[in-house]
Structures are given as C-alpha cells and as structure tokens.
C-alpha cells in the first residue's frame, strides 16, 4: 500500500465509467438470456463489479474504504430504517389514492414465482447495487465532503445511472433525480454515525422500497408525482434524524458532520 491516496477523482471516475459500462452489458444479456426483470435485474450487479474493478485497478498499493458490513446493525437504526420507509413509501400512497390511484400488494409479484423467491431476488439485488452506492461510493466522497453533499452526489449518480428515465419525459427524469437524491441524502444522514450491519440496513431499505414500488398501480400517469413525493418523504426524515441527533448530542453531531481528512490536497 503507498503511503499517499490517489487523488479523489481517480477510483471515483473508474467506478462511475464501470458502472455505467458494465450496466449497459447486463441490460443486453437480461434481454438475450432472462431472468424474468420483475424478478431480478441483472444490471444491480453492475455496481458491485464497478467496485471489484476499483479494488483490483489499486490492489496492493491502496485500500479503499469500504463499509460492507451485515453483521450486527444497531436496533435504533434499523427501527429509525423501518420509519423512514414507512414514511417515504406512505406518502405517496395516501395522495395518489385520494387523487384516484390505486394501491393493491396483489400486485407485488414476478410472474408465478413465489413470493418468498420475489423477496430473496430482490434483497440479493439491491445488495449488489448498495456494494457500490452506500458500500463503496458513499464512505468513499464522505472522506472528503459533508454528508449533505456526500449524499447529493451518490444520489445524483444513482439516478443517472438508471439511464432509462431520461426516455420517459423530463417530468419523469426530474422526480427521479429528486427521489434517489433525497433517499440518498437519507442513508448518509442514516448510516453516517455505524459501521456495524450498514450494507444489511442499506439493501433491506433498498428491496423493501422496490417491492414497494411494485404495489403502485395506474397512476393516472402522475409518476412524476409519485417521484417526488418520495423525495419529499426522504428529506422529511432525513432532516428530522439530523434535527434529533443534534438536540440529543450537539456536540457528537458536530463531530460527525467534519469529514475525516484522509485526501487533504488532493481535487475532484
């Protein structure tokens, strides 16, 4: 291992480039070969690969920060976790539903596959994205930034890297971008002060929202809506966490906000 870094935007720009790349050839074997897309995607792998790419590209000269843990993860936590998703889910709920949308958990399934198989998929799905986002990239830019603005930037390329989007209309785009940003605003607020059970929180967190999100009927065309409400819900409890910890122990949330300085003179 050298004793200096790489500068902050090397490992950053490898794992983005791979991601996206990688992702892009899963899309195509998912249309070639299956599985069923309800099911599992294969491009939620894509991250988890970018990160292999990373640790492989500086094997042996330095060691990347990792926060891969799914072991152990703090009761509060996973309770506060258990809330936030109520919460980011609910809300559009309750407004679609008296806008005349409909919810129904009859929906939340992948063709005849069992719902216990439906779980498992997506659980080790969002496992392989959350690798990447919250296990690699987030503590990766928290070395150098504040979690508000560590928070932005992994969710801003969360959702590009859903390069989809961008073919449903810019409203469409608009209220993605604002959700994965907020909801990843939420995990760093959430995940920031533990180690222990992080990529366990941020997988269940990450399944429990896209089973959620298969229970979401005809919208009446108000995706866009649907979007940014859960944007909304994010942000309302991420702020509210933030609010707690510093009215609980101002001074220990003080601390946490100061990113460790572990890339002092090095650029993005």
């Known amino acids: 291992m050298t004793s200096q870094p790489p500068r902050m935007w090397a490992p950053t720009t490898v794992y983005v480039l791979v991601a996206f790349l990688v992702g892009g050839i899963l899309v195509a074997m998912q249309s070639a070969t299956g599985p069923d897309p ?25 060691v990347a920060p990792l926060e891969v843990s799914l072991w152990r993860p703090d009761a509060a936590l996973a ?40 779980v498992l998929a997506q659980c080790v799905g969002a496992c392989g994205e959350e690798v990447g986002w919250r296990g690699f990239l987030q503590p990766y830019l928290r070395s150098r930034y504040s979690v508000l603005v560590t928070g932005v930037l992994v969710g ?21 971008l604002l959700s994965t940003i907020a909801m990843s605003v939420l995990l760093a607020v959430l995940l920031d002060p533990f180690r222990n059970g992080t990529l366990l929180i941020a997988t269940l967190f990450h399944a429990v929202v896209n089973l959620g999100l298969m229970a979401f009927g005809d919208t009446g065309g108000r995706e866009p809506l649907l979007w940014t409400l859960m944007a909304v819900g994010a942000a ?17 949330a003080a601390d946490r906000e100061r990113p460790t300085d572990t890339c002092a003179g090095q650029h993005w």
């Open 38 to 62: 309800d099911l599992l995607e294969l491009v939620q792998f894509a991250p988890a690969i970018a990160v292999a790419v990373v640790l492989l590209a500086w094997r042996g000269r330095w």
């Open 79 to 118: 309770a506060v976790a258990a809330g936030s998703v109520l919460v980011v889910l609910g809300l559009p709920v309750v407004v679609l539903v008296a806008l005349g949308g409909s919810v129904s958990l009859s929906a939340v399934h992948a063709g005849s596959a069992p719902i216990g198989l439906l």
């Open 156 to 176: 801003a390329v969360w959702g590009v890297w859903h390069v989809q989007i961008f073919t449903a209309g810019v409203a469409y785009a608009a209220g993605f």
């Open 236 to 252: 309302c409890c991420a702020a509210a966490i933030t609010a707690v910890r510093k009215v609980s122990s101002p001074a220990v």
